[in-house]
């Protein structure tokens, strides 16, 4: 069962409720943080007379059942949808959100460079790997903190703010330290551990879909951190794996309008491992936007063909502004068409 409270309610109108709950003897859940406050119950079976009790209370807006597995996450919580604030910028609002940046931090002078091009391309966050998940133990795995500190001084010399991926428990105090918003790889999206001490930090998230994971298993991992009380999350598409190896992944873009009629959580799309080509880079990213993308991440630097790593992936920072200003194009396109429409 889920409470939603009214857009006006204040603080104590959601206490009233949740003592209401705890008296009764449920544990509580709340989301308070991406838009109206949402307040979920768990453990025993709902007393008959729950619902209209809470009803009577002015502030509640309504009462819910959800038969979905992954209650805070539903589209029933939120049915307009959530917002994520990371500094400024705002995904799941009007205007798509561009993440960019290289794969990996390499040295000071590649990331700086980067961050300066990311930053005149018209993107609004710097993506960049300390630490890096590899297939070989002997693939270059990220410089670590030093890369963390990196990533701080090119924050504070473009002004973006900076996402990178957290690996395990150990790491993650250090990274939010450093970081504006935390990415959980594809590799460690049913790492529970993980999502639950990422959780408690109360940063932003960018939960990355496995490459082997149905629709339900991602938004359950979503659940995760929404029940550990952190509701600043966004979901990222980055491709399964498929059985043609033309592309590293298939791009399922079928999940962007999925998920966004399942759940009320932003979702954004990667062309750039969707499709490890970057050639398909920029057609792939305009066709996330056009299917209801509330922005991309894409790997972009100066000089992609000596990148350590991903560098067949990577696009130029001319490529990434013309991305930007053809993104900005199709979404007043397709705000025009709507308008017009209705």
């Known amino acids: 069962m889920l409470v939603r409270m009214r857009p006006q309610a204040d603080r104590h109108a959601v206490q009233e409720v949740v003592r209401t709950l ?7 859940l709340q989301l308070h943080r991406g838009g109206p406050s949402v307040i979920g119950v768990n453990g025993r079976p709902i007393a008959p007379d729950l619902p209209e009790q809470l009803h009577r209370l002015p502030a509640v807006e309504a009462v819910v059942q959800v038969d979905r597995p992954y209650r ?12 994520v604030r990371v500094g400024d910028v705002i ?43 590899r ?53 460690n999206m049913m790492n529970f551990a993980l999502l639950k001490k990422v959780a408690k930090t109360g940063k932003p998230v960018l939960l990355k879909r496995g490459f082997a994971a149905t629709v339900e298993e991602w938004l359950l991992s979503a659940e995760y951190l929404l029940a550990g009380g952190n509701d600043q999350v966004v979901l990222c598409e980055r491709g399964v794996r498929g059985f043609d190896p033309a592309t590293r992944f298939m791009l399922d873009l079928n999940a962007v309008p999925l998920v966004r009629q399942l759940s009320h959580l932003p979702v954004i799309v990667d062309p750039s491992h969707g499709t490890g080509r970057r050639e398909l880079v920029e057609p792939m990213a305009l066709a996330a936007l056009a299917a209801g ?11 992609p063909e000596h990148a350590l790593v991903d560098g067949r992936q990577t696009i130029t920072p001319e490529t990434l502004a013309t991305i930007v200003r053809r993104a900005r194009a199709l979404q ?10 209705d």
């Open 72 to 83: 805070l996450a539903a589209r029933d919580a939120r049915p307009s949808g959530s917002t």
């Open 135 to 187: 297939t070989s133990p002997y693939s270059f795995q990220g410089l670590g903190e030093e890369g963390l500190r990196l990533l701080a001084e090119a924050r504070e010399v473009t002004g973006l703010p900076i996402v990178t991926e957290v690996l395990d428990t150990e790491h993650v105090e250090l990274v939010a330290a450093y970081a504006d918003m935390l990415q959980i790889g594809a590799r």
């Open 293 to 303: 993308a509330h922005g991309l991440i894409i790997e972009a630097q100066p000089d």
């Open 332 to 341: 007043a396109a397709l705000q025009e068409a709507v308008a017009v429409a």
């Open 91 to 133: 995904f799941g609002g009007p205007e798509p959100v561009i993440i960019a940046g290289p794969c990996t931090v390499e040295s000071r002078e590649q990331l700086l460079r980067a961050a300066e091009a990311v930053r005149a391309a018209g993107a609004h966050l710097l993506r960049g790997g300390a630490f890096k998940p």
């Open 22 to 28: 705890q008296d009764a003897g449920y544990d509580v």
